[in-house]
């Protein structure tokens, strides 16, 4: 089949429950309702200025990380969300450097809130966060992009990380 069959026949990769930005948002909303049920007995040092130095610092780097991933889609002309089929393997600038940089950079957003709000159980989330990334997002996308981009997809997975 040629490409433009093979793109036109591609489908979504993520179902509605497990895209990324819904994850991210559903563990944060998760974090701060058990910060009220359930509080851990993990408390932060009351300096904020700390605090805020170190959630601020990553809330920023990894807004800045994600908008550097999100450019790099739009400059190829390819969707961002993970429902829509790809147009172009996107394997220059931050993706050069991690293969999934967009995902890096929520992460680092997401524990730049947990830090920045105080929330123990936001930071402990973050693990199952992951697991659910790594398997059943990332290992979805990568088994699509295998399939739509050969070895192209497989020379580029055995150069570039998976996270950094």
């Known amino acids: 089949m040629s490409p ?27 974090g701060f309702a058990l910060d009220r049920l359930l509080p851990l007995p993990l408390t932060f040092p009351e300096v904020s200025l700390a605090r805020w130095t170190a959630g601020g610092s990553l809330i920023l780097i990894g807004a800045t ?25 996107v394997t220059t600038g931050i993706h050069g450097w991690s293969r999934n940089p967009i995902y890096v ?35 979805r996308e990568e088994t699509y992009l295998e399939r739509r981009f050969g070895d192209a997809y497989r020379d580029y997975k055995a150069r570039v990380r998976r996270w950094l």
């Open 4 to 30: 433009a069959g093979r793109q036109a026949g591609d489908t979504a990769v993520a179902g509605r429950f497990t895209r990324p930005p819904f994850l991210y948002l559903a563990c944060l909303v998760l």
């Open 65 to 89: 990380i994600v908008a550097a991933g999100v450019r790099n889609f739009s400059r190829a002309a390819t969707p961002v969300p993970s429902n829509q089929p790809v147009r172009a393997l």
């Open 105 to 139: 950079g929520m992460l680092l957003l997401y524990a730049g809130i947990g830090i920045a709000a105080r929330s123990p159980w936001v930071l402990v989330l973050a693990l199952p966060l992951l697991i659910i990334l790594r398997y059943g997002v990332v290992a």
